[in-house]
């Protein structure tokens, strides 16, 4: 299984993005996802999750700006980033899981927020 991850880029506070965590190699809709961050020197703490059956949950810092999402047909999961501030700058990570055991992570993808 590959997850990667794409659509980050460099944005001024206040704009948008959206994140693509797109996988290969299995078919994951018995999976749930979430949308981890990792600012300069900071632990990777998660953003969002969401799970099979499509619950979601949101670290409270993002909730009203940002919402996940997936389409099972496309084996992809997306975070919709809005109002974004310079504290949402980091590196975000997709993690795919199945178990306490079984679990995979995309690669990074750079979030950059100025003021």
């Known amino acids: 299984v590959q997850l990667q991850a794409s659509g980050g880029g460099s944005v001024q506070a206040g704009g948008s993005l959206r994140l693509s965590c797109a996988a290969s190699g299995e078919n994951l809709r018995f999976y749930a996802f979430g949308w981890y961050r990792q600012g300069p020197g900071d632990q990777r703490d998660v953003v969002a999750t969401?799970?099979?059956?499509?619950?979601?949950n949101y670290a409270d810092s993002v909730k009203g700006r940002f919402t996940i999402s997936r389409d099972n047909a496309k084996n992809t999961v997306y975070l919709e980033m809005n109002s974004l501030k310079p504290e949402d700058t980091a590196v975000y990570y997709c993690?795919?899981?199945?178990?306490?055991?079984?679990?995979?992570w995309g690669q990074g993808t750079l979030v950059t927020v100025s003021s």
């Open positions: 993690k795919g899981t199945w178990s306490s055991n079984r679990f995979y």
């Open positions: 969401i799970s099979a059956g499509g619950s979601t």
